[in-house]
C-alpha cells in the first residue's frame, strides 16, 4: 500500500468539485491509487513524462487526477484534481 500525499491546493480543489463527485474521488479513486498507482492511471509524456494521470466522469463532466509515483519512498504524490478543461495547462503552471 503506498502513502498518499498531497499537493497544498488539493484541498481547496476538491471543495470546488460537486459533493457527490468528491466523495467518489475520496472513498473509490484514491483508495485505488494507494493501492495499485502503476496500472490506474496512465503515464503522461513530453515535458510531464515522470507524471501520471487517473481519468474518470461523473455527472457529465470529464476529471482528472495528476499524481506522482515515488516508489522508493512507497508514497504517491496527489499534484492536482480537477475538471478536464485546461487541466494540463494548470498543472504545468503548478509543477514547472
Given at each position: 500500500m503506498?502513502?498518499?500525499?498531497?499537493?497544498?491546493?488539493?484541498?481547496?480543489?476538491?471543495?470546488?468539485?460537486?459533493?457527490?463527485?468528491?466523495?467518489?474521488i475520496?472513498?473509490?479513486?484514491l483508495?485505488?491509487?494507494?493501492?495499485?498507482?502503476?496500472?490506474?492511471?496512465?503515464?503522461?509524456?513530453?515535458?510531464?513524462?515522470?507524471?501520471?494521470?487517473?481519468?474518470?466522469?461523473?455527472?457529465?463532466?470529464?476529471y482528472?487526477?495528476?499524481?506522482?509515483?515515488?516508489?522508493?519512498?512507497?508514497?504517491?504524490?496527489?499534484?492536482?484534481?480537477?475538471?478536464?478543461?485546461?487541466?494540463?495547462?494548470?498543472?504545468?503552471?503548478?509543477?514547472?
Amino acid at each position: 500500500m503506498y502513502e498518499l500525499r498531497f499537493h497544498r491546493n488539493v484541498d481547496k480543489e476538491l471543495k470546488n468539485i460537486p459533493t457527490a463527485v468528491r466523495r467518489r474521488i475520496k472513498n473509490h479513486y484514491l483508495a485505488i491509487l494507494a493501492e495499485r498507482p502503476h496500472t490506474a492511471g496512465k503515464a503522461l509524456s513530453g515535458g510531464l513524462s515522470r507524471f501520471w494521470r487517473l481519468d474518470f466522469k461523473m455527472m457529465r463532466t470529464e476529471y482528472r487526477i495528476a499524481y506522482e509515483i515515488v516508489d522508493d519512498e512507497n508514497a504517491v504524490n496527489i499534484l492536482m484534481v480537477g475538471k478536464r478543461e485546461s487541466f494540463y495547462e494548470r498543472l504545468r503552471r503548478r509543477l514547472l
